[in-house]
């Protein structure tokens, strides 16, 4: 009977007053309760034990920004993010910041999935904290950053458990400037301009025509501006409401966040169905 009583009850078919109404002690139904507690706990044990277990981590992203983009200029490195984090399609949060600094020399800028962002950062606190601990007037700069994190991205994808991130990395370091990029299977390079995500196809050939080695600060940012409108007027995931980021061989500094001034009025904007055959 009490086995019989315990298999009801497991499904919610008799509750404890039900099983009064069996004409079971107290003492039955405390110990009948403890069994199933004990039960309960056995069994996710045994689910976090099992092979299917492993498999708790991110099997696909979920809150994502969205491109990031890095360009050379005459003083040192420029990066420009916006600040969305999107759920899915929806833009779910919008005060996400993606550009961190790394070490003393370095800045990092992240698109794809926050968490695994968040991770990322972990890793270089501890390395940064190791070399720190060294304590022998050297220091990491951008261009190790870059192998390491390459190293990393690489690893976790031959474990078929990558970090859904595509990174830029930039930095000055005596006196030479440093401009790089890795994705999230640790295919890597460097250029004087690189972007991430929709940067690839929108931006970059904006950069193409009209970045050059000697840009000033504040062409520099006027370009990245323009960059980032184009992504904002056909990038959903993109939200008006970014940072540009600077760093040099004096330091680095991150902008209070900001939006850019627009212009939806354009013809194609209000008729895009105007010539496209077959269209809705």
């Known amino acids: 009977m009490p086995s019989c009583l315990s298999w009801l009850q497991n499904r919610s078919l008799v509750s404890t007053a039900g099983l009064y109404a069996f004409g079971l002690s107290s003492d039955a139904i405390n110990l009948l ?37 890095g360009i050379k200029y005459k003083d040192g490195i420029l990066m420009a993010a916006d600040m969305g984090g999107s759920y899915g399609s929806t833009i779910r949060y919008k005060s996400v910041e993606r550009l961190k600094q790394v070490g003393k020399h370095s800045l990092l800028g992240a698109s794809g999935e926050i968490s695994d962002f968040q991770e990322i950062l972990k890793y270089l ?34 474990k078929f ?15 030479q400037k440093y401009l790089g990029s890795v994705s999230m299977i640790g295919v890597h390079f460097e250029d004087d301009h690189v972007a991430t995500g929709f940067g690839n196809h929108l931006a970059r050939p904006i950069l193409r025509e009209e970045w050059r080695e000697d840009l000033s600060f504040e062409e520099g940012v006027k370009l990245l501006e323009k960059c980032m409108r184009n992504l ?10 970014l940072q ?25 904007f209000q008729n895009p169905t105007v010539g496209a055959e077959g269209s809705w």
């Open 125 to 158: 606190d501890e390395l940064i904290l190791h070399d720190n601990m060294w304590d022998d007037g050297n220091s990491l700069g951008p261009k190790e950053v870059h192998n390491y994190l390459t190293r990393v991205m690489y690893n976790r994808r031959n």
């Open 244 to 268: 540009i980021a600077k760093i040099t061989e004096e330091g680095l500094t991150i902008s209070q966040p900001y939006s850019l001034k627009t212009f939806w009025n354009f013809a194609a």
């Open 232 to 241: 904002l007027y056909r990038d959903r995931s993109a939200v008006n409401k």
């Open 33 to 69: 309760s403890v069994n199933q507690s004990a039960k309960a706990l056995f069994q996710a044990m045994d689910s976090l034990l099992s092979p299917e277990g492993d498999s708790q981590r991110t099997q696909y992203p979920y809150v994502t920004g969205t491109s990031v983009i």
């Open 161 to 175: 458990d990558p970090l859904w991130n595509s990174l830029v990395i930039g930095g000055v370091k005596n006196g």
